[in-house]
């Protein structure tokens, strides 16, 4: 049993419901944004899952110079404090470095680690010493089991509020692969896990000047990942994933989500004992 992370309505680990965590991968407009947003809060009302906002001001680990990253954090902080007060969410961004983090943390309500500076030790300091809840990306390099070091340096920043999130390790020439027995480890830390099927479905570089991705795997990843029994699922999601600006090759069409969800919503009431009703 991990710890319980409280997000205002919204209750993490603890044998709670799978909490879906979906957005676009970066912020392309104000008005996009808001549609995403009011798309899957009546996705969650309907069907009854815990819903967290994600989506990213800035991208900067991206595969060329000329990738589209966001509006930056100005602006989407802007955008982002509009999502949160429309549809009083609990909003997920990454910070990149700790210029970042004080601005961040007046709007965000977790703060994400990404996956290549999961061992940055002043960027977690910083992040934890906002008492915000901390999102740590597994990088693609790392051992499940060497998490712990990285909860250890946001516990040396005085908090305790930390969400783990697996997105596939490296395997080479563009490939990434799941290994569910890295949720089962991190999840022995005590704290929340998280499985970020859309990113473990990536081929990082894998088009040359992009990154590529084969979506049509995220359905079977996340129900594998739910029935080994998780707190959370991570989904980039779009109107039209072909033509996003960023991930669209992983990201999902939100019109495909609601029978995913009822799948895996019904493999988690199983997993912790509860109680699924069919809606």
Known sequence: MTRTIQLGKVTMGGGSPLVLIAGPCAIENEAMTLRIAEKLVDLSQKLGFPLIFKASYDKANRTSVDSYRGPG??????????????FDLPILSDVHDITQVAAAAE???????????????????A?????????????????????????????TGGNE????????????????????????I??????????DATHS????????????GQRQYVGALSRAATAVG???????????????LCDGANSLSLDTLEVMLRQIM???????????VER
């Open 266 to 276: 019904a493999l988690d009431a199983i997993i912790k004992d509860g109680e699924y």
């Open 127 to 155: 992040a934890a010493r906002t008492g915000k809840v901390i999102n740590i990306k597994k990088g693609q390099f790392m051992a499940p089991w060497d998490m712990r070091n990285s909860v250890g340096k946001v516990q």
């Open 201 to 212: 479905v990536q081929l990082p570089g894998g088009g040359g000047t992009i990154s590529a």
């Open 186 to 195: 991190m999840r022995e830390l005590g704290f929340p896990v998280v499985f």
């Open 230 to 244: 998780i707190d959370g699922l991570f989904w980039e999601v779009h109107e039209n994933p072909d033509q996003a």
């Open 107 to 125: 709007v965000l309500d977790v703060l994400q680690i990404p996956a290549f500076l999961c061992r940055q030790t002043d960027l977690l300091l």
């Open 73 to 86: 954090m100005d602006e989407g902080l802007r955008i982002l404090s509009r999502v949160k007060a429309e």
């Open 161 to 184: 509020q930390v969400i783990l999130t697996e997105r596939g390790a490296s395997f080479g020439y563009n490939n990434l692969v799941s290994d569910m027995r890295s949720l089962v």
